[in-house]
């Protein structure tokens, strides 16, 4: 029996086995995919914007290098200051020029290796991802597709064909189209879609009759990118088209025609799919000793390129609570805090999809709405602030302090003597960073010495703290001023790592 089966090998199932098995727990995930590799997750099709949150998940886990050099990345931001975006994204198709991110506007900023955002494929977060899971003892098996679980107090159990899975816990990382979302009784409330959305990867015979870039018309929106033949295109139909198809050639180029008003020909299909903007979510992330992770969790379109990046966030959020909870000494209530942190997060990216849906209508109104965006996002504030909500920096989990630092992701405190917390951070364990004179916290955190590292000495910025105590999942537990208090830090360490071992 393991102590975690988790269901989905994509890479929010990837990351939390390799979560779990850098606190050295036994993990099997199983994939009813027979092979890794998929047009679909190469490029151009399996492109992906990493946003600087998620960026930082790899550098803290020493996984930043090998990720860039699998994307093709070859040229390092300079860690000596912050490092400006390289992209900025959209809103609702309408783009944002990374030149007017206001970086010294965003919160508690510093110098960091990880950089503002990365441009990759899927191919690639996976290869890497899946290369650190088998150096961590994961076991992947491919080719299994779960069609029961069940479960007790104990135990739970996931059947595969003949076969049976038992573990501790499973988790569901396996898409937009869970099967364990399903068995497992997890309710999923939202709203239907508005509009059929449409990738494709085709041969285009008068390419000229389509502007590159995103266009809003009339009818609706296409999209041509840098990628030869790569089309995307949006129509209003309510998500009338039959998704259980692919689209036909012929249908695909009678949409392009209506939202580009063009008699645009499309000779060849290679590869084309569909999508819609109905936007769900679970009530609540676990049922009993089932939890779910990422699109399993939460479905909405693609506006904003948010859903591998909430995945992400939600398997570094649960990993390091459900290890701390199969080695028992997890404090009560931990695993209950993913839901808690993550589920808002999830609603507002729901939101954040919906309100680009409903400013991308072709009727007046929402025309209306787009020049009064595009006036904001044309100023330095607008753009900083979509960017801001869009790279993860302004989340915060309400952890009930109201220091403006705890509960928002550590920025990359670094030592006069060049340690970086996102060097301190690469085994996985939570940090005390202690800057005061006399080492005032050194003694107190020794009683969590295997759960958290400690290290203590004057920083090059402290943003005026003395002390800062970062969970393993990089947010901040808890920050004391100059002098810090000991016993405030000890209630803060019992509340998040359990009781001291000595």
């Not at 093709?72 to 783009?95: I, K, L, T």
């Not at 959020?317 to 695993?335: E, I, Q, S």
Request: charged residues 25%.
């Amino acid at each position: 029996m393991h102590d975690v089966v988790i269901v989905g090998a994509g890479p929010v199932g990837l990351f939390l086995a390799c979560e779990l098995g850098l606190a050295g727990c036994s993990v099997l995930v199983l994939e009813r995919e027979p092979e890794p590799r998929s047009p679909w997750k190469a490029e151009p099709l399996g492109m992906r914007g990493l946003s600087a949150t998620s960026v930082e998940a790899f550098y803290r886990r020493g996984m930043l290098h090998p990720l860039l050099k699998a994307s093709g990345v070859d040229d390092y931001p300079d860690a000596e200051e912050p490092a400006p975006p390289r992209g900025a994204g959209h809103f609702a198709g309408m783009m944002l020029d990374p030149a007017k991110v206001d970086v010294a506007a965003l919160p508690f900023r510093l110098p960091s290796p990880a950089m503002e955002g990365v441009m990759t494929n899927l191919e690639a977060v996976e290869s890497v991802l899946s290369e650190r899971a088998s150096m961590l003892g994961v076991e992947v098996r491919r080719g299994v597709t779960v069609s029961a679980i069940a479960q007790d107090d104990e135990i739970v159990v996931a059947r595969a064909g003949e076969h049976e899975y038992a573990a501790r816990w499973l988790v569901g990382c396996d898409g937009g189209r869970s099967a364990v979302r399903g068995l497992a009784g997890f309710d999923f409330v939202g709203t239907e879609p508005q509009f059929t959305g449409y990738i494709a990867l085709a041969t285009i015979a008068d390419p000229e009759k389509l502007r590159p870039g995103f266009n809003l018309t009339p009818t609706g929106m296409y999209l041509r990118t840098p990628a030869e033949g790569y089309i995307g295109m949006l129509e209003f139909d309510g998500g009338s088209f039959d998704r259980s198809q692919r689209p036909a050639r012929e249908h695909l180029q009678a949409v392009l025609r209506r939202v580009s008003g063009t008699d645009v020909t499309l000779s060849d299909v290679r590869l084309a799919s569909s999508f819609t903007d109905r936007a769900m979510q679970t009530t609540t992330y676990r049922q009993g000793r089932v939890l779910l992770a990422g699109d399993a969790a939460h479905i909405h379109s693609p506006l904003g390129a948010q859903g591998l990046n909430l995945g992400l966030g939600d398997a570094m959020n649960l990993g390091w609570k459900l290890a701390a909870t199969v080695h028992g000494y997890a404090p009560d209530g931990l695993v209950d805090t993913y839901t808690r942190e993550r589920r808002p997060i999830g609603a507002w990216v729901l939101d954040w999809t919906r309100a680009q849906a409903a400013a991308m209508r072709p009727d007046p109104h929402a025309q209306a709405i787009q020049a009064v965006i595009r006036d904001l996002i044309g100023t330095r504030d607008g753009t900083t602030y979509v960017y801001d909500k869009t790279s993860g920096s302004s989340i915060r989990y309400d952890l009930g302090s109201d220091q403006p630092l705890v509960g928002r992701n550590t920025p990359d405190l670094r030592l006069e003597d060049g340690t970086r917390l996102g060097d301190l951070m690469q085994d996985g364990r939570g940090v005390a960073l202690d800057f005061s004179i006399d080492r005032r916290l050194h003694a107190s955190a020794m009683g969590w010495g295997t759960r958290m590292r400690y290290a203590a000495g004057p920083a090059r910025n402290d943003l005026g703290l003395g002390a800062v105590l970062v969970r393993p999942d990089g947010i901040v537990a808890w920050a004391g001023d100059r002098e810090p208090d000991r016993e405030a830090f000890e209630r803060a360490a019992g509340h998040w790592f359990g009781r001291p071992e000595i």
